[in-house]
């Protein structure tokens, strides 16, 4: 089976690394759990453009070279990397892909075989994917991500999703093509 996992919050607590970055230098003190949905410009009161500036600054901060990787998902991907083909496909933007493969591949060396980045919210105009766009292109058979707009995306395009549990997706009920899990254990434990 040819499985694409999603790097944030999936993969990367990039959100913890953020936060100490953005509450330190604003003196406020966000966390994850405040997080009712993934548009961090909602949760943060802050313009959307504001927001995306700010991102950028973080990953020219030494706060982006302390983003560790998510519970369980360095056993889950060597379990899953046994049998299955994986790639990961981010919603982070092209500006970031020398990061972010130094990242995975200082992680999860040589079981993640591909990263495909969609480029939203880019600061610059090189253009952007769907999930479903690069999922449909490489041939995968399941996603693994956190955010219900790519889980939708994918499963209205046939592709099996599980929904990584997180306190911006809590609302979101399962469907036939949709399925809920918790902890790596039980990605692990559906697949394997
Ligand atoms: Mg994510």
Same mark, same amino acid.
């Given at each position: 089976?040819?499985?694409?996992?999603?790097?944030?919050? =999936?993969?990367?607590?990039?959100?913890?690394?953020?936060?100490?970055?953005?509450?330190?230098?604003?003196?406020?003190?966000?966390? $994850?759990?405040?997080?009712?949905?993934? #548009?961090? @410009?909602?949760?943060?009161? +802050?313009?959307?453009?504001?927001?995306?500036?700010? *991102? *950028?600054?973080? @990953?020219?901060?030494?706060? &982006?070279?302390?983003?560790?990787? =998510?519970?369980? &998902?360095?056993?889950? %991907?060597?379990?899953?990397?046994?049998?299955?083909?994986?790639?990961?496909?981010?919603? $982070?933007?092209?500006?970031?892909?020398?990061?972010?493969?130094? @990242?995975?591949?200082?992680?999860?060396?040589?079981?993640?075989?591909?990263?495909?980045?969609?480029?939203?919210?880019?600061?610059?105009?090189?253009?952007?994917?769907?999930?479903?766009?690069? !999922?449909? +292109?490489?041939? =995968?058979?399941?996603? %693994?991500?956190?955010?219900?707009?790519?889980?939708?995306? !994918?499963?209205?395009?046939?592709?099996?999703?599980? %929904?990584?549990?997180?306190?911006?997706? +809590? #609302?979101?009920?399962?469907?036939?093509?949709?399925?809920? =899990?918790?902890? @790596?254990?039980?990605?692990?434990? $559906?697949? !394997?």
């Amino acid at each position: 089976m040819k499985i694409a996992v999603d790097v944030d919050e =999936v993969l990367a607590s990039l959100i913890d690394a953020v936060l100490k970055y953005y509450n330190n230098l604003n003196g406020t003190c966000f966390a $994850r759990e405040d997080f009712k949905s993934y #548009n961090w @410009w909602d949760v943060l009161g +802050r313009e959307k453009e504001e927001v995306v500036s700010m *991102y *950028y600054d973080f @990953w020219k901060s030494p706060y &982006s070279e302390d983003i560790n990787p =998510v519970r369980g &998902s360095l056993f889950g %991907i060597d379990s899953l990397s046994r049998k299955n083909k994986i790639i990961s496909v981010t919603s $982070r933007q092209f500006d970031f892909i020398t990061q972010t493969k130094r @990242w995975i591949e200082q992680h999860y060396y040589n079981k993640i075989q591909e990263v495909y980045f969609t480029n939203e919210l880019s600061n610059n105009k090189s253009g952007s994917f769907t999930k479903s766009e690069i !999922c449909l +292109r490489e041939g =995968v058979d399941l996603l %693994i991500d956190d955010h219900v707009r790519h889980a939708v995306d !994918c499963a209205e395009h046939g592709i099996d999703v599980l %929904i990584m549990n997180s306190p911006w997706n +809590r #609302n979101f009920e399962d469907t036939d093509k949709i399925k809920r =899990v918790y902890l @790596w254990e039980d990605v692990v434990s $559906r697949i !394997c």
